[in-house]
């Protein structure tokens, strides 16, 4: 049986890794699998919310189409320094600079 959006690509010489990629194929994240067990990898990859299929052709259900698809981690805005070329300070939330 295989998963949905699961590719596996055998590179020589290569040490085995997951990458996993957002919808738009930017990588989010690589896994080392070199010291897994088929078995673990197995549970990894179902834990990840890979659906697997129970034959190569069968149909996906609708809700796991996209599925472990995640959105790309956000950074924080960058700071804009002020006029005299200085980074204003960090302020907590709900902290009041002015007060």
């Given at each position: 049986p295989s998963s949905?959006?699961?590719?596996?690509?055998?590179?020589?010489?290569?040490?085995p890794e997951?990458?996993?990629?957002s919808h738009r194929y930017e990588e989010l994240e690589r896994i080392p699998l070199s010291d897994m067990t088929?078995?673990?990898?197995?549970?990894?990859?179902?834990e990840l919310g890979f659906y697997r299929k129970e034959t190569p052709d069968a149909p996906v259900p609708e809700e796991f189409r996209f599925a472990p698809a995640r959105?790309?981690?956000?950074?924080?805005p960058p700071?804009?320094?002020?006029a005299d070329g200085k980074t204003p300070p960090k302020h907590n939330e709900g902290e009041h600079p002015d007060l």
């Open positions: 949905h959006n699961l590719e596996m690509k055998h590179l020589p010489g290569a040490d997951l990458v996993l990629l088929r078995e673990e990898i197995n549970q990894l990859v179902q959105p790309l981690p956000t950074l924080p700071q804009t320094p002020t």
